[in-house]
């Protein structure tokens, strides 16, 4: 017989488990304020119907985790004190050990959990491949070591011969809103993996093999995504956005791609053949890695023409760089590494190698590799391209364009 009563015991019992319940809310209600809703890289805050469908298998791990966690941990601190030892030993309580109702219930719980979580997992995995067969837009994206490039097939200018052509950028993925937007991912090196935390899960960019995704974003805004495979020397440095328009706007970036950059073609002139700008002799050095849309520079190879990984020599015609189309426009340099001023790109054209652990350039753009004047030129040259009437309006949300600055998880 217990010392104190068995009405006191369960009285004290009852004392601590109200101490226990109130520190597990007070330490749930302190997590539920340190998380922000807006994370530009955390699943937490969905922009698209396909992230809303993985955080619902999220939420429905999470509830039944906690309803599991709760129970299981409610049930060892009330056996613990219902049963603890007391000082006057009563008699041994009956042993259980082989219990075959207890076996199986405790096998049969776990496996409807299981279950439970499996279906629909399984089922959105399903559904998301089906809706990755086809899009009102398909882009192509190719992994590079380490950035992006953004092909969009048959929306180019049409060649000489008047056939259409891909659309090239890098970086910085324009989408309309509301389009069901296809992405196919390629890559001719390593293995990368393509994630936009708030519009879809992660997929991976296999060599030799074409992996597919869909997402439609739903407002305006600009999005960030990141590899999420490790990948070589700056796979932490290989992030881009997706811009996402209204229609119009969308329209209206494609179109200023596909044209001679207004300012550009007055400060530099152009082709009479084509009627594309001529970049300054300064630009020679870079076009052998870079084409740029709207100009005379169209000769670096693009998508899976390059040879696998690195360039054996400087100007290797198998290497390849972003295109520096509507350079003015973009927001970042090397993939999210810096916000793109003129300050930032005259420093990183002095030392690229400095600013991104192993990158290509550097392996030519050594540190005195072009003289200040160079710099400039190239600098100027670049910030010129900018669209006739200036960029297209950057969508709500832009104020957090510079990724370097918002890309510490914070
Ligand atoms: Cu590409 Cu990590």
Redesign the pocket.
């Known amino acids: 017989m217990n010392r104190r009563g068995p009405a006191k015991g369960r009285q004290s019992l009852m004392r601590r488990l109200v101490t226990f319940g109130s520190m597990a809310v007070v330490a749930l209600v302190a997590l539920a304020a340190c998380t922000d809703d807006y994370s530009p890289y955390s699943t937490l805050s969905p922009r698209s119907p396909q992230a809303e469908d993985i955080q619902g298998i999220y939420k429905l791990i999470f509830w039944m985790s906690l309803v599991v966690f709760v129970g299981v941990q409610f049930g060892i601190v009330y056996l613990a004190m219902r049963y603890r030892r007391r000082r006057e030993e009563g008699p041994r309580p009956p042993q259980i050990h082989g219990n075959k109702t207890l076996e199986i219930v405790w096998t049969i719980i776990p496996a409807v959990v299981l279950l439970v979580i499996f279906i629909p997992s399984v089922r959105i995995m399903y559904e998301h491949a089906d809706d990755a067969k086809t899009g009102d837009y398909v882009i192509e994206v190719y992994?590079k070591q380490?950035w992006w490039e953004v092909h969009y097939p048959f929306m180019g200018a049409p060649d000489a011969e008047g056939n259409p052509t891909d659309l090239l950028t890098a970086n910085e993925i324009h989408v309309p809103v509301g389009q069901h937007i296809q992405i196919k991912l390629y890559s001719n090196n390593v293995i990368?993996s393509f994630y936009i935390p708030q519009l879809q899960g992660k997929m991976d960019v296999i060599p030799g093999h074409e992996n597919r995704l869909a997402f439609t974003v739903e407002k305006p805004g600009i999005y960030y995504g990141e590899?999420a495979?490790?990948?070589g020397d700056s796979?932490a440095w290989?992030r881009f956005q997706i811009v996402a328009h209204e229609q119009d706007q969308f329209d209206a970036w494609v179109a200023a791609q596909n044209t001679a950059p207004a300012q550009a073609a007055q400060q530099y002139g152009t082709d009479d053949a084509t009627g594309l700008v001529t970049p300054p002799q300064e630009f020679g050095v870079c076009l052998a890695c870079h084409r740029v849309n709207g100009t005379t520079a169209q000769f670096a190879t693009v998508g899976l023409e390059q040879s696998a990984g690195t360039m054996s020599a400087p100007g290797d015609a198998r290497t390849s760089g972003p295109n520096l189309g509507l350079w003015g426009c973009r927001t970042t340099i090397g993939a999210g590494m810096l916000p793109n001023t003129i300050e930032d790109l005259k420093t990183w054209l002095h030392d690229p190698g400095a600013i991104k652990t192993g990158n290509y350039m550097a392996t030519v753009i050594k540190p005195g590799a072009l003289t200040d004047e160079a710099i400039d030129a190239i600098a100027n040259f670049l910030f010129s391209l900018q669209p006739e009437g200036g960029c297209p309006v950057p969508p709500e949300g832009s104020e957090n364009l510079n990724v370097a600055s918002t890309g510490n998880g914070s």
Do not use: K, P, Q, S
């Open positions: 992994g380490w990368h590899c495979e490790f990948c796979h290989m």
